[in-house]
């Protein structure tokens, strides 16, 4: 079972039942402000906590499964291993991977929009959530879409409180697309001696292959290994996948066989894979940062991020049809030459500030996603969003007396300092890479 994340803040608000959930967001008026939690793995990842949390797991717990309609409802706070549990004796799933082997709930999964590994098959998380029933920061339930996949007339509202980060509205109850479970699952992994010999091979199998779910890139030394999944009916995953090996293997001027760079896994074998990838993405790190580009520029990217940190122990997992790198030092890393203290976050603000450079001058973003407690005054964090003014107007509809902390934090004064997250969860991760916009 996935590990229990341990942050959490001093003060802790418990509502056993909708309308004292209603009475806490109205008495909170004119206070520090609430922050819904979920699996607080967030927090623990930032080293930062709200002045008070807002727990839900003590409502009343009513899921609603239409395997028929492939369709269900749950609480907001369950955990998404206990939503897999509902679904599976159904043969049934929910295929967005939220990257923590089922350790988030899914009303943080759904405020965070994050996508996962599979985004490059299945498209972004707010194309899975069907409607909401949340709690206005007034104390009034409202529920945005519905329970069926065709029963949506008007504006699609609940969609603005996907990604919104608990910012506008306590989400209760999330209803959600679900899908038969693939019959095969099969992983190609390949290794390229260049980013851009891997952009090469890769691009042409995105177009060819309806299969792929997931692309991802891992740093192997001075190459690239990318791990390419592929799910459905057997007879089309495995063709799709075989077809991809030969084609990666004549991309790479490789020949066909074993010990060339190109080799197929299933079962055991695929999942070993993807769970080393987890554990290089979230390990204990000093610091973590995410940048995006055009697709086509992540070669690019990726060797400016080699140049930069050259010296550095560094990790690199992309998302290759995304344009998304994320970065990782690992703890206990040391600074170039092997000499002095571990790297300390404030150590690498050259490094960031250089690294956010050549992201913009290629048109995309950098952001710090996570650093240990204590280090976020030291870092440059982000930059001010372009799309900040009309974050805090959808904040003044929602919230106008600031009931709802969130993720206040992420949200920049005109002209003010970037803080902490300010445009990572809110602005591009909805999007999955430098397009993504609210």
């Known amino acids: 079972m996935p590990e229990e994340p341990t942050a959490s803040p001093d003060t802790v608000l418990r509502p056993a039942s909708a309308g004292e959930l209603a009475r806490l967001l109205r008495e909170a008026r004119g206070g520090p402000g609430l922050s819904p939690r979920g699996a607080g793995s967030q927090w623990a990842r930032w080293g930062r906590l709200p002045a008070v949390g807002l727990d839900l797991r003590a409502l009343p717990a009513e899921p609603r499964l239409s395997a028929a309609n492939l369709t269900v409802t749950v609480p907001a706070w ?168 030969q084609e990666l293997r004549r991309a790479a001027g490789l020949a066909p066989g074993t010990g060339d760079g190109v080799e197929l896994a299933g079962g055991d074998g695929a999942a070993a894979l993807w769970n080393a990838r987890r554990e290089r993405l979230f390990g204990p790190a000093v610091l973590r940062l995410r940048a995006g580009v055009r697709p086509s520029e992540l070669p690019r990217l990726w060797s400016d991020a080699a140049e930069v940190l050259a010296g550095r122990a560094w990790d690199g997992i992309a998302r290759g049809y995304g344009g998304v790198l994320e970065i990782v030092i690992p703890a206990g890393s040391e600074p170039p030459g092997g000499a002095g203290e571990p790297d300390a976050p404030a150590g690498l603000v050259p490094a960031v500030q250089e690294l956010r450079r050549r992201a913009e001058a290629l048109g995309g973003y950098l952001q710090v996603r996570g650093a240990p407690p204590g280090s976020l005054g030291d870092l440059p964090w982000t930059a001010p969003s372009p799309d900040g003014h009309l974050h805090r107007r959808l904040k003044a509809v929602f919230d106008p007396d600031g009931v709802l902390a969130g993720a206040a934090f992420l949200l920049p004064e005109p002209g003010g300092p970037a803080p902490a997250m300010a445009a990572s969860e809110t602005v591009h991760a909805k999007g999955g890479s430098a397009g993504g916009r609210v």
């Open 78 to 245: 369950w955990r998404l291993h206990q939503l897999d549990a509902l679904l599976a004796p159904h043969g049934l799933w929910y295929p967005v991977d939220a990257g923590d082997g089922g350790a988030a709930t899914v009303g943080g999964h759904v405020a965070a929009a994050t996508a996962g590994i599979r985004r490059t098959g299945l498209g972004p998380a707010r194309d899975w959530v069907l409607g909401v029933l949340a709690v206005l920061p007034d104390g009034r339930e409202v529920r945005p879409g519905g329970e069926m996949i065709k029963n949506v007339a008007g504006y699609n509202v609940h969609r603005v409180l996907v990604g919104s980060l608990g910012m506008l509205a306590v989400l209760v109850e999330v209803s959600l697309r679900i899908a038969p479970r693939p019959e095969r699952h099969v992983t190609l992994r390949a290794r390229f001696e260049t980013p851009a010999a891997a952009w090469a091979a890769l691009s042409p199998l995105r177009r060819q292959a309806s299969t792929l779910v997931a692309a991802e890139w891992l740093r192997a030394g001075p190459g690239v290994e990318v791990l390419l999944a592929f799910e459905g009916p057997t007879r089309a995953v495995e063709h799709q996948s075989g077809a991809a090996a």
